[in-house]
C-alpha cells in the first residue's frame, strides 16, 4: 500500500485538499449519516460485569452549522440536541471548523493544549480527538489537509494494509496502538479515492470476556449533506 504519512505533501492531505469547500449558510445543518457499534458493560447476575459489543446500527445526527439552532439526533430513538454557543474541538459547528487554524504545526500545538490530561496518552487523545473531527463532523477541505499533516506528526502513527469498515468497505488505514498495546484505533479510507469511510478499534490483547482480534468498536460513514432542516436527508 502507499505510505500515507511520509511526506509532508501526504496522498491524504493532497486529496482532501483538492475537494471543493461546501457551500453553507448559518440557519443550515451538517446532516451525518453512518452506522456505528460500541462496547459497553453488562451487570451479571453475581454483580460482576462483562464488556459487550452492541449489533451494528444506523445513527443519523443534524448539527447546526454555526450551533444558534439546536440539532437533533435518531438513534434507538430521536433526541433533540440542544443549541451549541461554545462549540470546541469535543463538540465543534461547521464554523468553528472553518476558523481553525490550517498550519498543522499550530493545529497540532492547539489539540495538545485543549485535549491535555485526557485519554490514556496526549498522543494517544491527540489521535482520537481528529479521528472524532473526520467521523461525526463536515471538515472544510483546508482544514482536512491540515488535519491529516497534522496526524503525521504524532509520533506512533502508521499505515496498516487491508481493512474492512463495519458493513463490509474495503480500504487502508492510518492507525494508533495505546501505551499498553491493548487497543489500536483505525482511521479506514477508500483505497481508490482515500475518502474517510470510518473508524474502527481492535482488541490485541485479551481482555476481560474478549479475545484478542475483536472488534470493540467500528464506524461506517455512509453519507454527509447540507440541509435547511433537522430530520432532512438530502
Known amino acids: 500500500m502507499p505510505s500515507l504519512f511520509t511526506s509532508p505533501a501526504s496522498l491524504l492531505a493532497l486529496a482532501a485538499a483538492a475537494k471543493p469547500a461546501p457551500r453553507v449558510r448559518n440557519d443550515q445543518f451538517v446532516y451525518i449519516d453512518s452506522k456505528v457499534s460500541f462496547s459497553g458493560s453488562a451487570q451479571q447476575p453475581d454483580g460482576s460485569f462483562i464488556t459487550t459489543i452492541d449489533p451494528l446500527h444506523r445513527r443519523q445526527v443534524w448539527l447546526s452549522v454555526d450551533g444558534h439552532l439546536r440539532g437533533l439526533l435518531i438513534e434507538n430513538g430521536r ?8 462549540p470546541s474541538l469535543n463538540a465543534p459547528t461547521y464554523r468553528y471548523l472553518a476558523a481553525l487554524p490550517t498550519d498543522p504545526d499550530v493545529l497540532l500545538r492547539k489539540i495538545y493544549a485543549e485535549t491535555a490530561g485526557a485519554g490514556q496518552s496526549p498522543d494517544q487523545e491527540a489521535f482520537v480527538t481528529i479521528g ?3 467521523r461525526e463532523s463536515l471538515v472544510p477541505p483546508a482544514l482536512a489537509a491540515a488535519l491529516y499533516r497534522a496526524a503525521a506528526k504524532i509520533p506512533g502513527v502508521r499505515p ?8 463490509g468497505r474495503h480500504g487502508v488505514a492510518v492507525a494508533f496502538t495505546d ?7 483505525e482511521w479506514i479510507f477508500d483505497k481508490n479515492t482515500l475518502d474517510f469511510l470510518g473508524e474502527r478499534s481492535v482488541l490485541l490483547k485479551a481482555a476481560d470476556n474478549l479475545k484478542a482480534g475483536t472488534v470493540i468498536g467500528s464506524t461506517a460513514v455512509l453519507g ?11
Open 179 to 185: 501505551r499498553a498495546g491493548t487497543t489500536r484505533d
Open 79 to 86: 433526541t433533540p440536541l440542544d443549541t451549541n454557543p461554545r
Open 132 to 134: 472524532d473531527l473526520l
Open 160 to 167: 496498516v494494509g487491508d481493512v474492512v469498515d463495519g458493513i
Open 224 to 234: 454527509r449533506a447540507v440541509v435547511d432542516r433537522a430530520g432532512q436527508t438530502s
